[in-house]
């Protein structure tokens, strides 16, 4: 077994950063923008690494209140087994629009609403 296989893929949360960066650059203006973690990385810890106008952009919302968000993200880490809880299953009005690859491993998910 390899340490890759031993391991979280993105326990760090790194992936995060790159996340909201394409948000930000796919919805221009000033609008804010609703996104919700669907995993148990706290987003906004990479929030705070962006440049001031864009975080005032970004609302962060908790695993409970996903049905607010327009895009629901997730690195795939979870602190209860998903088989057992419904803490993390996904509102039926979202759709999967981007998976994040490296070496054929998930790193993260991105989900947006569809009316």
Same mark, same amino acid.
């Given at each position: 077994? /390899? %340490?890759? !296989?031993? $391991?979280d893929v993105?326990y760090?949360g $790194?992936?995060? #950063? /790159?996340? $909201?960066? =394409?948000i930000? +650059?796919? *919805?221009?203006?000033t609008?804010?923008i609703?996104?919700a973690?669907n995993?148990?990385?706290?987003l906004? @810890?990479? +929030? *705070? $690494?962006l !440049?001031?106008?864009d975080r !005032? @952009?970004?609302v962060?919302y908790?695993?409970?209140?996903k /049905? *607010?968000?327009?895009?629901?993200f /997730?690195? @795939?880490?979870?602190?209860?087994? &998903?088989?057992?809880?419904?803490?993390y299953d996904?509102?039926?009005?979202? +759709?999967k #629009?981007? =998976?994040? &690859? %490296?070496?054929?491993?998930?790193?993260?998910?991105v989900?947006a &609403? %569809?009316?």
């Open positions: 077994e /390899s %340490v890759k !296989e031993k $391991l993105d760090t $790194l992936s995060g #950063i /790159s996340f $909201l960066k =394409e930000i +650059k796919k *919805e221009p203006g609008h804010k609703n996104i973690v995993s148990w990385y706290p906004w @810890r990479m +929030k *705070e $690494l !440049e001031k106008k !005032e @952009r970004l962060i908790a695993t409970d209140k /049905s *607010e968000a327009d895009y629901i /997730s690195n @795939r880490i979870y602190d209860v087994d &998903k088989k057992y809880h419904k803490k996904l509102p039926i009005n979202f +759709k #629009i981007k =998976e994040f &690859k %490296v070496d054929k491993t998930i790193i993260y998910e989900y &609403k %569809v009316d």
